[in-house]
Nanobody
Framework: QVRVVESGGGLAQDGGSLRLSCQAS?????????MGWFRQAPGKEREFVAA???????????HYADSVKGRFTISRDNAKNALYLQMNSLKPDDTAVYYC???????????????WGQGTQVTVSS
């Protein structure tokens, strides 16, 4: 079993920044696992934000939703089993609950991921 726990959400102003962290744990967790961020705003479906997919060794591809490209940066620290999301130039439309996800295979589709955190609220005020 794998457990993922998010932290770092909060309140930011329009144009501000926040950094989310995700800690993965569990005997079966592997650096080859895909890890990603999704978000869900009130009344909307969960949507893809960013993900890392394993290539080999400590090399990963990164993937972004068009809506966050150039503003958000995903990164990963394998030594800590940690995933991060640096969010800059935040907009009120970024307001949502942000979820960390992990899975043996996954990219931008939520159903591809097996393990989910409880979510962390990000609120951007105008």
């Amino acid at each position: 079993q794998v457990r993922v726990v998010e932290s770092g959400g909060g309140l930011a102003q329009d144009g501000g920044s926040l950094r989310l962290s995700c800690q993965a744990s569990g005997r079966t967790f592997s650096r080859s696992y895909a890890m990603g961020w999704f978000r869900q705003a009130p009344g909307k479906e969960r949507e893809f934000v960013a993900a890392t997919t394993w290539i080999a060794g400590n090399s990963y591809n990164v993937h972004y939703a068009d809506s966050v490209k150039g503003r958000f940066t995903i990164s990963r620290d394998n030594a800590k089993n940690a995933l991060y999301l640096q969010m800059n130039s935040l907009k009120p439309d970024d307001t949502a609950v942000y979820y960390c996800a992990a899975g043996e295979k996954g990219k931008s589709i939520a159903d591809e991921y097996d393990y989910w955190g409880q979510g962390t609220q990000v609120t951007v005020s105008s």
